[in-house]
């Protein structure tokens, strides 16, 4: 497994950014999938965004759809949040996770390693 470790999260109004960083050690970073998770009170965790090790291939949730960005530097072992036009349902812990040989990467138990996460919340 590796470790994550989450950091970027805060306080924001209505229609701001955030960047969150996830750093991943512990072992090798290649071939991992990476996602991000959030978790409102109350609530399920769910899936925001993942992307596979290979280049390009990234996927949504509808509901971040065109406002966040997932990116990753593999010869950095990080992975990046980019969220904008946040909106006060975008408030969550989120998490960041990995995983190995992920076919369907919207599918939280694929996952083997988890940050502890970071919290999101957005004013109105």
């Known amino acids: 497994q590796v470790q994550l470790v989450e950091s970027g999260g805060g306080l924001v109004q209505a229609g701001g950014s955030l960047r969150l960083s996830c750093a991943a050690s512990?072992?090798?970073?290649?071939?991992?999938?990476m996602g991000w998770f959030r978790q409102a009170p109350g609530k399920e965790r769910e899936f925001v965004a993942a992307?596979?090790?290979?280049?390009?291939?990234?996927f949504y949730a509808d509901s971040v759809k065109g406002r966040f960005t997932i990116s990753r530097d593999n010869a950095k072992n990080t992975v990046a949040l980019q969220m904008n036009s946040l909106k006060p349902e975008d408030t969550a812990v989120y998490y960041c996770?990995?995983?190995?040989?992920?076919?369907?990467?919207?599918?939280?138990?694929?996952?083997?390693?988890w940050g502890q996460g970071t919290q999101v919340t957005v004013s109105s």
């Open positions: 996770a990995a995983g190995r040989n992920i076919v369907i990467v919207t599918n939280i138990r694929a996952y083997e390693s």
């Open positions: 992307s596979r090790w290979s280049a390009g291939s990234t």
């Open positions: 512990g072992r090798t970073f290649s071939g991992y999938a």
